[in-house]
């Protein structure tokens, strides 16, 4: 085969064959593994080329044989993929008040325990000093050093500009950003993205979403946030704020929201406000299970809310059924506009599975034309919070890989 690569890179051991040594990388990742012949041909490169990058590859540790594809007529091709031990990537799930982590292999399996932290944004000064003192045990535990690490993965709330790295919800003094500080702390390669984002690449590459082209990842906790994908790749927005679900007003004249406008959707339907609506009722006397699940009313949270559901308690069934009312109506509004195959729900709220789900899907008949809701499937997601954390892997490795057609 002629030398057809757009890059020229025979002859040229430089950047072009670091970058191309990346991609070759990037497609073992996202494909799995590939015969010299395959790699040739996607990178249009000769299979001398090829055959010596993936020499230089696994000499370097990165790649090794897996096994033998299927015959075209002759002898069967020997299969090259990545060596799921060649590197680790960090992943952080940081919320308002605690934090999960975990160290992965580039085959996405975490190295140990995934830890929890309760520390988060709002609970303690010093969060990013002591997740750095946790990554440093964790490693140090899995016998990993340093140099094995090709970054790290934050998952964050919050109005985050990509671009900037700066996380204008949490704002730290001297204008200093979480992304600086976080970088600064941890040695290595940092990359933050917003959680419901990262939750929604994670639904994308090894949940709900994974092949399917237009899903909405609601993320459903303590706020009310969207991940959008768009033909298979998350919906960004200009800035990358897209997304802000729960703050599209809802009700006219209604609550203050802590975004400064009013009426919000998070301000009727959030997790936060089912329980403050189920504390309000049951210290004002109403009979309900949750009572006998809590020492008192303000032990009460949105676990012992679903599990009281779940036990058929009509209290909490009711206030899920409220719930889903101001959800379908906003749902509504994305359905027609984007016309989505998939809703997958996710956040603490998705613990309720088809408690809410099935009243979400039933309400949504009432506000969406029947022709467009037809097609959309609303799924409770099945890897729940873990999403975030799987989300913030191809995150990084998108980025160091260079991968360019992804989900990313
Ligand atoms: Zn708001």
Redesign the pocket.
């Given at each position: 085969m002629a030398e057809t690569d757009p890059i020229s890179i025979a002859g040229t051991p430089g950047t072009n064959r670091t970058l191309m040594k990346k991609k070759i990388l990037g497609v073992l990742y996202k494909n799995g593994p590939g015969s010299i012949t395959d790699i040739s041909k996607l990178f249009r490169l000769s299979i001398p080329t090829t055959a010596s990058i993936i020499n230089e590859l696994t000499n370097d540790g990165w790649v090794g044989q897996t096994g033998m594809g299927n015959s075209a007529g002759g002898r069967p091709p020997v299969l090259y993929g990545l060596q799921p031990h060649a590197k680790y990537i960090v992943g952080i799930d940081v919320s308002r008040r605690h934090s999960r982590l975990a160290v992965f292999t580039l085959a996405n399996s975490p190295v140990g325990n995934i830890v929890e932290i309760p520390v988060g944004l709002e609970n303690s000064d010093n969060t990013t000093q002591i997740l750095t003192d946790h990554v440093s045990k964790l490693l140090k535990s899995n016998d990993i050093p340093q140099s094995k690490l090709l970054g790290y993965g934050i998952a964050m709330p919050g109005l985050h500009d990509v671009r900037k790295g700066i996380n204008y919800s949490y704002q730290l003094p001297g204008n200093t950003s979480v992304a600086t500080l976080f970088s600064e702390t941890l040695e290595g390669h940092v990359c933050i993205e917003n959680d419901t984002k990262s939750m929604a690449l994670g639904e994308a590459w090894f949940g709900r979403a994974k092949g399917i082209k237009d899903a909405l990842c609601l993320n459903i906790g303590t706020g009310i946030g969207m991940g959008i994908i768009i033909d298979g790749k998350i919906f960004r927005g200009q800035s990358g704020f897209s997304g802000e679900f729960?703050?599209i007003q809802l009700v006219t004249d209604g609550k203050l929201?802590?975004?400064g406008?009013t009426g919000?959707l998070?301000t009727v339907a959030s997790g936060a406000e089912i329980v403050r609506k189920a504390k309000k009722s049951i210290a004002g006397g109403m009979t309900s299970l949750i009572s006998d699940f809590v020492s008192d009313t303000s032990a009460i949270d949105l676990k012992t809310i679903i599990q009281a559901a779940s036990e058929g308690d009509i209290f909490s069934i009711q206030l899920l059924e409220d719930t889903s009312e101001h959800l379908a109506r906003g749902l509504a509004m994305v359905i027609h506009l984007l016309n989505p195959q998939m809703i997958i729900i996710g956040g603490s709220l998705s613990a309720a599975g088809p408690l809410i789900s099935e009243p979400i899907r039933h309400k949504l008949t009432k506000y969406t034309i029947g022709q467009i809701l037809q097609d959309v499937s609303i799924q409770i997601s099945d890897l729940g919070r873990d999403a975030i954390l799987l989300g913030t892997i191809p995150y990084v490795l998108s980025n160091y890989f260079e991968l360019q057609s992804d989900n990313y």
């Open positions: 729960g703050h929201c802590y975004c406008k919000c998070e």
